[in-house]
């Protein structure tokens, strides 16, 4: 019986997908395209020729090529193939599947959609993170396990809605295990009906083997098709606990972080990393690909998990900054003594914590912008051959943009950041003077904008390590006695927690 049911539905799910009106990432011209997208023998040409028949598909592709993100000083990018070549194949990939799911899924009316689709988008930029951090064979598809970890969840959202309905309320009615509830509605599980559909649409099969559920075990992933499994469905459950009214999973963040850092081999401070970076990328992008920002709020809860508060916390921060609208004060902006204060106190907590660098300096870095008054804050990082400075984490508007610019040699013959780097003292540019252009690195003054900048050194064990960055360039108001003095105790609390470690 169960097999006649399971049968049913994924001849219900096939019809319904052949229809008008079906989930867009079921196209012909999706299909196409990632085609061609996979032939070695292809071209740009030819990929473009496919991506030219969707005029919004074209709009959108040539919008995030010339996004920050992608288009890094290469002038305007105007044709559809050049757009190909600067992005690369997978990328395009990638972005054609990302962009139909959010057309989609956004002009469902049933909120559980959208739940969906937040999931897919933010794990997908988070196991493609991992991916790059344990250095993984084919990155890029990885991001599209990531995207499609829940695509039976999606289908049967969207094609079997009465059903995908009475599985929640069965599970809840008599308190069934969720695959349960799922095997006596629709006689498969929701990651079954995905790998089926997959294989139906011609993924490849390390596609939709990652598809089936994956559990952590003490053993070590098999090969990498499993380990991207394992990385996309714990990826899904973290957004879930950030996200979900009702999370399924039993499990705290910092248990899923851990078998995510334990699965991956490398450490957990990593995993923290790629989860930062990957949602502050996905929230930067998220209006190019056409997703309302206000989507990517976590869920605020006053619950038992400090780890997942404090993340929450962070993102719904960040996501705000994003959605406030630009400001154009005339007078200092006195920043907020009280958020100063609390964050001051915090980082001494997190200290204590032994909470990772990397979060315990973004925090840093949100204070620098919402108690000390800078519209912009970064921190740059010398790299391991200590030749060059790397952008590393941002806070503020535009400061994402503004770090993928911080890419410069180190010169301390006449370059101020590498002079205040080696120094490892601090100075404030209240305004920039004529002559002052020389004595920064290349390009670096055409990219901020800022009437005035004020950078702190970050040193190790005596050994220069970054430095820290701040301006007023959205506000135009000058850098005051008050602000150096905030920027100054932040700093420091940073160089303590450096120390420390």
Not at 279 to 301: I, V
């Amino acid at each position: 019986m169960s097999d006649i049911l399971r049968q049913q539905t994924l001849q219900r799910v096939r019809q319904r997908l052949e229809e008008a009106g079906d989930l867009p990432i079921f196209s012909a011209s999706v299909n196409r395209v990632q085609q061609i997208g996979a032939d070695p023998d292809a071209d740009a040409m030819a990929l473009a020729v496919e991506i030219l028949k969707d005029a919004s598909l074209t709009t959108k592709l040539l919008r995030l090529a010339n996004s920050p993100t992608y288009n890094r000083g290469t002038g305007k990018i105007a044709n559809l193939s050049r757009a190909v070549v600067v992005l690369g194949f997978e990328t395009v990939r990638n972005a054609v599947l990302t962009l139909k799911l959010i057309d989609g899924l956004q002009q469902q009316t049933d909120a559980d959609m959208t739940g969906l689709l937040v999931n897919a988008y933010l794990s997908a930029g988070f196991v493609r993170g991992i991916a790059a951090r344990c250095e993984l064979r084919d990155i890029e598809q990885s991001y599209i396990c990531g995207l499609l970890h829940n695509l039976g969840e999606m289908v049967a959202a969207h094609t079997l809605a009465a059903e995908y309905r009475q599985i929640d309320d069965l599970q809840k009615a008599e308190n069934l295990p969720r695959a349960h509830a799922e095997q006596r509605i629709l006689g498969t599980s929701l990651h079954a009906l995905g790998q089926a559909v997959a294989k139906d649409w011609a993924f490849p099969q390390s596609v939709v083997q990652t598809l089936a559920e994956h559990r952590p075990s003490e053993r070590a992933p098999r090969d990498q098709t499993e380990l991207t499994g394992l990385l996309a469905s714990l990826a899904g459950q973290v957004m879930e606990l950030l996200y979900a009214e009702r999370p399924r999973g039993e499990q705290d963040l910092s248990r899923l972080l851990y078998d995510i850092s334990r699965s991956a081999g490398i450490p957990r401070e990593q995993v923290d990393e790629a989860l930062e970076q990957a949602f502050r990328q996905c929230c930067d992008l998220a209006q190019t690909y056409g997703l309302d920002r206000r989507h990517l709020l976590p869920r605020l809860r006053a619950g038992g998990d400090e780890a997942l508060d404090k993340l929450a916390g962070r993102f719904s921060f960040y996501v705000r900054q994003e959605l406030a609208p630009p400001q154009t004060p005339t007078t200092a902006s006195p920043g907020d003594p009280i958020a100063l204060l609390d964050t001051l106190y915090e980082l001494s907590a997190l200290m204590a914590q032994k909470t990772s660098i990397n979060a315990l300096l973004g925090r840093v870095l949100e204070g620098l912008c919402r108690g000390a008054g800078f519209d912009r804050a970064l921190l740059l990082l010398l790299r391991p051959d200590h030749r060059s400075f790397a952008g590393r984490l941002a806070s503020g508007e535009g400061a994402e943009a503004l770090m993928q610019a911080c890419d410069f040699p180190v010169d301390t013959s006449g370059d101020l950041f590498s002079q205040v780097l080696m120094d490892g003292g601090e100075l404030c540019l209240t305004e920039l003077a004529a002559g002052d252009e020389a004595r920064l690195p290349a390009g670096f003054l055409a990219a901020s904008g800022a009437p005035g900048f004020i950078l702190g050194a970050l040193h190790g064990r005596s050994r220069p390590v970054g430095l820290f960055y701040a301006d007023r360039a959205l506000s135009r108001a000058p850098i005051d006695a008050t602000a150096q003095r905030n920027f100054q105790q932040l700093v420091a609390q940073a160089r303590i927690a450096l120390q420390m470690r």
